[in-house]
């Protein structure tokens, strides 16, 4: 799996303070979709334990 984007202190995309991942590859292209280049599955950068232990430890800050 690739993700397109990794965003820390996110308050855009639901309520709180979050941290949000955007993995990469979409089947549906929805007319007017604001992120078409994530629409391809290989697109970003590998998911990876090193990924997952960065997220991990973002969350732990206490501010989430
Ligand atoms: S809006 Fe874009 S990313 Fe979301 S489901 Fe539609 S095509 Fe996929």
């Known amino acids: 799996m690739n993700y397109a984007e990794?965003?820390?202190y996110d308050?855009?995309?639901?309520?709180g303070i979050?941290?949000?991942l955007?993995?990469?590859g979409c089947p549906h292209r929805c007319p007017?979709?604001?992120n078409q280049q994530a629409w391809d599955f290989s697109?970003?950068?590998?998911?990876t334990n090193e990924t997952i232990n960065c997220i991990?430890?973002?969350l732990s800050f206490p501010a989430y």
Do not use: D
């Open 18 to 20: 979050r941290l949000s």
């Open 43 to 47: 697109y970003g950068k590998p998911f």
């Open 6 to 8: 990794i965003k820390t």
């Open 32 to 34: 007017g979709c604001f």
């Open 22 to 24: 955007f993995v990469s």
């Open 11 to 15: 308050v855009a995309n639901g309520p």
């Open 56 to 58: 991990i430890k973002e």
